[in-house]
């Protein structure tokens, strides 16, 4: 059975959300302080995580209704139907199973067999590279590992290995993506066909964006080796094992993607292979066991002080209620760079949606627009407006309490400007007369998620964290999170141009397309 079917718009905590909303949606944050006990209730303490989610526009009274939205929703039935396997995505009829990949308690045991082959395939293979027990045909030692993939195969492996390159063994990691022919070209120009394996990540290896891009590196590697050495240089992770032999891939080379595994959360088996070579098997078990403690803290934990669902209930609060149409993630780290691109797509492919499980029209705000970048970066670009802009943008701030390096000092620095910004957001500046341009009102809301240190278990619940929020929202606001229909049609459309097959195109489209032929 799938999830429940229930329109939260007409349950009573909703109504009780637009009366709290009225009342004291315009309340200043520091209002809220006056409370007692707000910091015990509005912060979670959890092994190495502190979040401090006090200030938010939200009451001890609002945040019930919100808890009282979760169950009236039957979000705990939900989430064990998730954790168990039901076929929840039912759009594709499939389970959404991306979990399992990092569970050590699998009850079923075919699944269990499942996964434990592709944990081991994955630190056999990385674990050779690493060892130099595998080498490129000419005997030389791997040192660059190219990755060929789009979207979730991308994007997650790609933000891993740099939010974890302290970690690195030295193997250096690259990224091929879009189609971009100049992009692929300067790339190959600084690789060495003897030490370079190839990743293909494609679940169907038909993906074109993939397909062509492998298509162009074969040829460069052939031209510059030879054929025969496909075999010991191009690894595929792909359900279609005839089209990879057909490549030349090894059929030994070939891993595979579950179907109950969506591209988008995927980076958890063996679409994460490259993280695996790259910062080594140990460190990527690690990382998924990190993942793992944050799914029991999410079953597990009452919803009162349960992170992302206490995440997810603050963000239906702010795009329901106050129409905030976009949330802020900022790492004040620079090896999570690329976290919010990855939070982008987890996030927007999976709640855009504006038809419900009951398969009619929405009435409510569903997807929130996800964007961010690094502190201290982003305080010289985009704060301006998040502190004396019209716009309310609930924001995540991410720091770490130690430096990796142990630079006390500079760490000193950037904490400092971490907490200066959360609270110069909530409190402002008030000014008066000739300098009235340099009133700064506050009452911006933030949550703070401070971690001890950027290791990959922390890395791994960090990810897992997100993930489940984005689960919760989804499950709340009854929709389906896990297809992306939308995606489709514009794959479908590119194919139908590439073959010339473009009659049902508007003509604004076929001006431009003309204009690209000419």
């Given at each position: 059975m799938g999830l429940s079917k229930i329109n939260p718009s007409n349950l009573n905590s909703w109504s009780g959300l637009e009366k709290k909303f009225k009342a004291e949606g315009s309340k200043h944050i520091s209002s809220f302080f006056e409370e007692s006990d707000r910091l015990e209730e509005f912060t979670i303490s959890w092994k190495d995580f502190y979040v401090d989610f006090s200030k938010n526009r939200l009451s001890s009274s609002t945040l019930k209704l919100l808890i009282d939205l979760s169950n009236e929703t039957n979000l705990k039935n939900n989430i064990e139907k998730y954790f168990a396997g039901s076929t929840i995505n039912e759009t594709e009829n499939r389970s959404v199973l991306h979990t399992a990949l990092r569970s050590s308690e699998i009850k079923n045991p075919e699944l269990k067999n499942e996964v434990e082959t592709s944990k081991e395939r994955i630190t056999s293979i990385s674990d050779q590279i690493n060892s130099g027990k595998k080498l490129g045909s000419t005997g030389k030692?791997?040192?660059?590992?190219?990755?060929?993939?789009?979207?979730?195969?991308?994007?997650?492996?790609?933000?891993?290995?740099?939010?974890?390159?302290?970690?690195?063994?030295?193997?250096?990691?690259?990224?091929?993506?879009?189609?971009?022919?100049?992009?692929?070209?300067?790339?190959?120009?600084?690789?060495?066909?003897?030490?370079?394996?190839?990743?293909?990540?494609?679940?169907?290896?038909?993906?074109?964006?993939?397909?062509?891009?492998?298509?162009?590196?074969?040829?460069?590697?052939?031209?510059?080796?030879?054929?025969?050495?496909?075999?010991?240089?191009?690894?595929?992770?792909?359900?279609?094992?005839?089209?990879?032999?057909?490549?030349?891939?090894?059929?030994?080379?070939?891993?595979?993607?579950?179907?109950?595994?969506?591209?988008?959360?995927?980076?958890?088996?063996?679409?994460?292979?490259?993280i695996s070579i790259v910062i080594g098997s140990k460190n990527f078990l690690e990382f998924l066991k990190g993942a793992e403690s944050m799914d029991t803290h999410f079953k597990e934990t009452p919803f009162e002080k349960n992170i992302p669902v206490i995440l997810a209930l603050i963000s239906i609060w702010y795009n329901n209620f106050f129409k905030c149409e976009t949330e802020a993630v900022l790492p004040y780290?620079?090896?999570?760079?690329?976290?919010?691109?990855?939070?982008?797509?987890?996030?927007?492919?999976?709640?855009?949606?504006?038809?419900?499980?009951?398969?009619?029209?929405?009435?409510?705000?569903?997807?929130?627009?996800?964007?961010?970048?690094?502190?201290?970066?982003?305080?010289?670009?985009?704060?301006?407006?998040?502190?004396?802009?019209?716009?309310?943008?609930?924001?995540?701030?991410?720091?770490?309490?130690?430096?990796?390096?142990?630079?006390?000092?500079?760490?000193?620095?950037?904490?400092?400007?971490?907490?200066?910004?959360?609270?110069?957001?909530?409190?402002?500046?008030?000014?008066?007369?000739?300098?009235?341009?340099?009133?700064?009102?506050?009452?911006?809301?933030?949550?703070?998620?401070?971690?001890?240190?950027?290791?990959?278990?922390?890395?791994?619940?960090?990810?897992?964290?997100?993930?489940?929020?984005?689960f919760t929202v989804g499950s709340i606001l009854n929709i389906f999170s896990f297809d992306q229909w939308g995606v489709e049609l514009g794959k479908s459309i590119a194919k139908e141009i590439s073959r010339g097959q473009d009659n049902s195109l508007d003509i604004s489209t076929k001006k431009i397309r003309d204009f690209l032929k000419d």
């Open positions: 030692k791997i040192k660059d590992v190219v990755n060929i993939g789009i979207g979730g195969s991308h994007l997650g492996p790609d933000m891993v290995t740099e939010a974890l390159s302290y970690y690195s063994l030295g193997i250096k990691p690259h990224f091929v993506s879009n189609i971009d022919p100049d992009y692929t070209s300067k790339l190959l120009e600084k690789l060495d066909p003897e030490t370079t394996i190839f990743i293909i990540v494609s679940k169907t290896f038909t993906t074109i964006e993939t397909l062509e891009n492998a298509k162009k590196i074969r040829k460069w590697f052939v031209e510059n080796s030879n054929e025969e050495s496909i075999k010991d240089h191009f690894i595929a992770v792909s359900n279609n094992t005839e089209a990879p032999k057909e490549f030349g891939i090894s059929s030994d080379n070939v891993l595979s993607i579950p179907e109950w595994v969506g591209g988008r959360f995927s980076l958890w088996g063996s679409v994460g292979l490259v780290n620079q090896f999570l760079g690329k976290l919010p691109d990855y939070l982008q797509q987890a996030s927007m492919e999976s709640n855009g949606k504006s038809i419900d499980r009951n398969g009619e029209k929405i009435n409510y705000e569903t997807g929130s627009i996800i964007w961010g970048s690094t502190g201290t970066n982003a305080q010289h670009a985009f704060f301006q407006l998040m502190h004396q802009g019209t716009k309310i943008i609930p924001s995540d701030f991410i720091a770490f309490k130690n430096s990796l390096y142990g630079d006390t000092n500079l760490h000193e620095i950037l904490t400092s400007n971490f907490l200066a910004q959360t609270n110069a957001l909530m409190m402002g500046k008030t000014t008066s007369g000739v300098e009235i341009h340099k009133n700064i009102e506050g009452n911006k809301p933030s949550n703070s998620i401070v971690i001890n240190s950027l290791t990959p278990s922390n890395l791994g619940a960090l990810i897992s964290m997100y993930e489940n929020k984005i």
